[in-house]
T-cell receptor, first 111, second 112 residues
Framework: EAGVTQSPTHLIKTRGQQATLRCSPI?????VYWYQQALGLGLQFLLW???????NRGNFPPRFSGRQFPNYSSELNVNALELEDSALYLC??????????FGSGTRLTVV | GENVEQHPSTLSVQEGDSAVIKCTYS??????FPWYKQELGKGPQLIID?????GEKKDQRIAVTLNKTAKHFSLHITETQPEDSAVYFC???????????FGTGTRLTVIP
């Protein structure tokens, strides 16, 4: 069974640009979660999508947005990139009331 | 919302010794507590979890204990091996919330 896949693995953008990160969940998983992991820090909850709807949002500005497609894959968009947005962005998927399975992440570097 | 605190932030043990990582949570309604292991360059991997209706769960060298009254839970690794070296995260989830709140992580180093 394929795990959670994220693309790209690395992304370098200039301050002010937009970044788009993609996630494909495990087959059959309907929920997708996005977390930000800045260097040396913990996992900060960004967004939760389930059945195509945004269900919950962490304490991040509106320039962090996303969506979930009918096949349950998801996209995270970060607009007007700032230097402090540099981090590892992790996607996870799950079935309701079960633990998450994480992907390997996208390393976003803003220069 | 939920607040999860994790200690220690770094832990070094000799191979074969035991390691204990502790977490506390703030929301008494939380009822699901997973532990994740993150190796360098990889995403976190679920290693063990416990629900609030049990006090302890074991899986080979790994065990988790939960004290609902005190709102804390711990990860115990016995007979540590160098491959146990990683960053470990605890997390808590409230029923219906469906998103995990993570601790700040513990970097475990097992010295051969």
């Amino acid at each position: 069974e394929a795990g959670v896949t994220q693309s790209p693995t690395h992304l370098i953008k200039t301050r002010g640009q937009q970044a788009t990160l993609r996630c494909s969940p495990i087959s059959g998983h309907t929920s997708v979660y996005w977390y930000q992991q800045a260097l040396g820090l913990g996992l900060q909850f960004l967004l939760w999508y389930d059945e195509g709807e945004e269900r919950n949002r962490g304490n991040f500005p509106p320039r962090f947005s996303g969506r979930q497609f009918p096949n349950y894959s998801s996209e995270l968009n970060v607009n007007a990139l700032e230097l402090e947005d540099s981090a590892l962005y992790l996607c996870a998927s799950s079935l309701p009331r079960y633990g998450y399975t994480f992907g390997s992440g996208t390393r976003l570097t803003v220069v | 919302g939920e607040n999860v605190e994790q200690h220690p932030s770094t832990l070094s043990v000799q191979e074969g010794d035991s390691a204990v990582i502790k977490c506390t949570y703030s929301d008494s309604a939380s009822n699901y507590f997973p532990w994740y292991k993150q190796e360098l360059g990889k995403g976190p991997q679920l290693i063990i979890d416990i629900r609030s209706n049990v006090g302890e769960k074991k899986d080979q060298r790994i065990a988790v204990t939960l004290n609902k009254t005190a709102k804390h839970f711990s990860l115990h690794i016995t007979e540590t091996q160098p491959e146990d070296s990683a960053v470990y995260f605890c997390a808590a989830e409230r029923p219906g919330a469906n998103n995990l709140f993570f601790g700040t992580g513990t970097r475990l180093t097992v010295i051969p």
